[in-house]
């Protein structure tokens, strides 16, 4: 496996990377590529990705703090929850990979639609004003772009190190610069491994508003400090334990990214029918 290093810029913006030499897997990247220019064979592979982990976090929510919610809260986030649910069955019958790019948007407007009610604390410094990057326009935005890119580097390297071009991908059409492999693999990661850290270190206080600073321009980022105390929270929440469902093994979820990239290696080789998208439970 190849070592890879990024450095970034404070705001999470990728700088350069060190890296090792890479595999040289040539027939793999053939066979990614091939699967890319055949539409039918990408859906295969798209239609897992959409909606993956969305509807987790908004049982997890539902489950553990439904109680506690005000009830136009809970209603909000059950709809929500129906309605990604909709969409899940509904991209069991869809082939074209446009049919599921439309309905990866629909479930996204109606995720993030209902966000702010998984925002638990009280604090007007903590309003989710709906999704928005360069520039994120409040607190929570700055918070999951920082960690958006943390994830999509951690998936790239993944990628990489199983002999997959991360800018060829399935969901994400090709865009000159953009690694759009491993932001279709980000799809399936990040309500469970970026989404779930915002919330916690909002909703248990470990940031505090003092934690950003908002330009003059309107946009907002994290503070040195603020930075400092995400990647620490990071490191620490890549080393918790979980049962992966399709291999049922117990790894780390940091090691996640690297298991989905192989069983998508597996699967353009052949070794695999189907690719397993990660369905967190």
């Known amino acids: 496996m190849s070592a890879s290093m990024p450095a970034r810029a404070r705001a999470g913006r990728f700088?350069?990377?060190?890296?090792?030499?890479?595999?040289?897997?040539?027939?793999?990247?053939?066979?990614?590529y091939r699967v890319a220019d055949d539409a039918p064979r990408a859906a295969v592979v798209v239609r897992g990705i959409v909606t993956a982990n969305q509807r987790a976090v908004l049982r997890r929510a539902l489950r553990d703090h439904g109680e506690r919610l005000d009830p136009e809260a809970a209603a909000g986030l059950s709809a929500a929850e129906a309605r990604l649910t909709d969409i899940a069955r509904?991209?069991?019958?869809?082939?074209?990979v446009d049919g599921?790019?439309?309905?990866e948007g629909?479930?996204?407007?109606?995720?993030?639609?209902?966000?702010?009610h998984l925002i638990r604390v009280?604090?007007?410094?903590?309003?989710?004003?709906?999704?928005?990057r360069r520039p994120p326009l409040d607190r929570i935005n700055a918070l999951l772009s920082f960690l958006y890119a943390l994830l999509g580097h951690d998936c790239r390297s993944a990628l990489e190190a199983h002999?997959?071009?991360?800018?060829?991908?399935?969901?994400?059409?090709?865009?000159?610069?953009?690694?759009?492999?491993?932001?279709?693999l980000m799809e399936e990661l990040r309500p469970v491994q970026a989404d779930r850290l915002a919330?916690?270190?909002?909703?248990?206080?470990?940031?505090?508003?003092e934690d950003f600073t908002v330009e003059e321009a309107g946009g907002v980022r994290l503070t040195e400090a603020g930075r400092k105390r995400v990647l620490v929270a990071w490191q620490e929440r890549k080393r918790e334990e979980l049962r992966h469902p399709f291999l049922d093994e117990t790894m780390p979820l940091g090691l996640v990214c690297h298991a989905q990239a192989q069983m998508l290696a597996r699967h353009l080789r052949g070794?695999?029918?189907?690719?397993?998208?990660?369905?967190w439970k």
């Open 15 to 32: 700088l350069a990377r060190v890296e090792g030499p890479r595999s040289g897997n040539v027939l793999l990247r053939r066979a990614q």
């Open 90 to 96: 509904r991209a069991l019958t869809v082939d074209a």
């Open 100 to 103: 599921l790019r439309g309905l």
């Open 106 to 116: 629909e479930a996204a407007a109606h995720y993030f639609g209902v966000f702010r």
């Open 122 to 132: 009280e604090d007007t410094a903590f309003v989710f004003g709906g999704r928005s």
């Open 163 to 184: 002999g997959l071009d991360p800018q060829v991908g399935y969901l994400h059409a090709d865009r000159p610069g953009r690694a759009s492999l491993a932001l279709d």
């Open 199 to 209: 919330l916690s270190l909002v909703n248990r206080r470990q940031l505090g508003a």
């Open 271 to 279: 070794d695999l029918d189907g690719y397993p998208a990660f369905v």
